[in-house]
Structure formats: structure tokens, C-alpha cells
């Protein structure tokens, strides 16, 4: 599995952005699909989540209500919608995957992440 995020930029508080990632190798194997963020001297935190085939989804509570995660099936490409963006919002974004063999475990942040994108960068200014 290869991942490529991108999408990333600068913008003002209270705008939106969307950040992309396209993913291959994903073939027919069921997938947990997720976006990750680290701040300058933060540790790497969970953002969001979802079950590529089965669609659940998980968020942090920081970004709930704010970020949506959704995909193209046809592109092979997750998406993160970001509205209502905030200073503290500021980090690098990582798109991430990692097989998903118990359907039934939503708890998509507790996950051992495997595969990762390289990041891209998101700024908000006050």
C-alpha cells in the first residue's frame, strides 16, 4: 500500500480546506483508512477515521463537527474536509491505513497505524 497526501496550504481562521490522499495497493482487502496531525513539538494525535468498505467513521472530539473524512472509490483517494479551521489546527497532516480484520471494532484510534503518506502541511492564521 502506497500512500500520497496532498492538498495542503495556508489559510485564514474560520476558512476551509480539503487535503487529499490517494492510495494504491489496496486491492480487495479491507482497509481502515485514517488522518493523523503533529504540531511543531506536539506529538503525532489522531484526527479521523473510517472502514474503506464497511464506512464507519471515528473522529476526534477536537474536529467533530468541523472535519469530515469521505472518499472517491473510483480515484482510490480519501479525502479530509476541514471548515471552521482554527490556529491550533496548524500541524502537518499524515494519511495512514491498516488492515481492518475485526469489522466490528469502530475504535479506529486505538489502532496500530502500518501504512503512511508523507504529509502536507496545513496553516491557519489568526
Known amino acids: 500500500v502506497q500512500l500520497q497526501a496532498s492538498g495542503g496550504g495556508l489559510v485564514q481562521a474560520g476558512g476551509s480546506l480539503r487535503v487529499s490522499c490517494a492510495a494504491t495497493?489496496?486491492?480487495?482487502?479491507?482497509?481502515?483508512m485514517g488522518w493523523f496531525r503533529q504540531a511543531p513539538g506536539k506529538e503525532r494525535e489522531f484526527v479521523a477515521a473510517f472502514s474503506w468498505i464497511g464506512g464507519s467513521t471515528a473522529y476526534a472530539d477536537s474536529v467533530k463537527g468541523r472535519f469530515t473524512i469521505s472518499k472517491d472509490n473510483a480515484k482510490s483517494t480519501m479525502y479530509l474536509q476541514m471548515n471552521s479551521l482554527k490556529p491550533e489546527d496548524t500541524a502537518i497532516y499524515y494519511c495512514?491505513?491498516?488492515?481492518?480484520?475485526?469489522?466490528?471494532?469502530?475504535?479506529?484510534?486505538?489502532?496500530?497505524?502500518?501504512?503512511w503518506g508523507q504529509g502536507t502541511q496545513v496553516t491557519v492564521s489568526s
Open positions: 495512514a491505513a491498516v488492515r481492518e480484520f475485526v469489522p466490528e471494532n469502530t475504535d479506529y484510534s486505538s489502532y496500530a497505524f502500518d501504512y
Open positions: 495497493g489496496l486491492g480487495f482487502s479491507r482497509y481502515v
